[in-house]
């Protein structure tokens, strides 16, 4: 099992940026594949982006593409969202979660673990 802890949500403004981190607890990080969910109030949560166990293949929504960047340090048992040019758009509580899988995975029903969400607001 992996404990998940979110952390770097925040307000910011239209255009600008955040780095969202997860800190994973346990010996076993390295066995999963993480992603990253977003859920806006009255909306269902919804995949943004998916990083392999490895760190060498990701996923990403296409909303995000281009804006977005996951990655990971299996050192740190740590991952990343690196999330530039926000949007009003992207406000939401942002989960990290982790699957006991190899692949980047899009699935959300796949996903075993989860962290308790950090809210990220743009205002515009």
């Known amino acids: 099992q992996v404990q998940l802890v979110e952390s770097g949500g925040g307000l910011v403004q239209a255009g600008g940026s955040l780095r969202l981190s997860c800190a994973a607890s346990?010996?076993?990080?390295?066995?999963?594949?993480m992603g990253w969910f977003r859920q806006a109030p009255g909306k269902e949560r919804d995949v943004v982006a998916a990083?392999?166990?490895?760190?060498?293949?990701?996923y990403y929504a296409d909303s995000v593409k281009g804006r977005f960047t996951i990655s990971r340090d299996n050192a740190k048992n740590t991952v990343y969202l690196q999330m530039n040019s926000l949007k009003y758009e992207d406000t939401a509580v942002y989960y990290c979660?982790?699957?006991?899988?190899?692949?980047?995975?899009?699935?959300?029903?796949?996903?075993?673990?989860w962290g308790q969400g950090t809210q990220v607001t743009v205002s515009s």
């Open positions: 346990g010996r076993t990080f390295n066995n999963y594949a």
């Open positions: 979660a982790a699957v006991p899988k190899a692949a980047a995975t899009r699935d959300i029903r796949l996903y075993t673990n």
């Open positions: 990083i392999s166990r490895s760190g060498g293949s990701t």
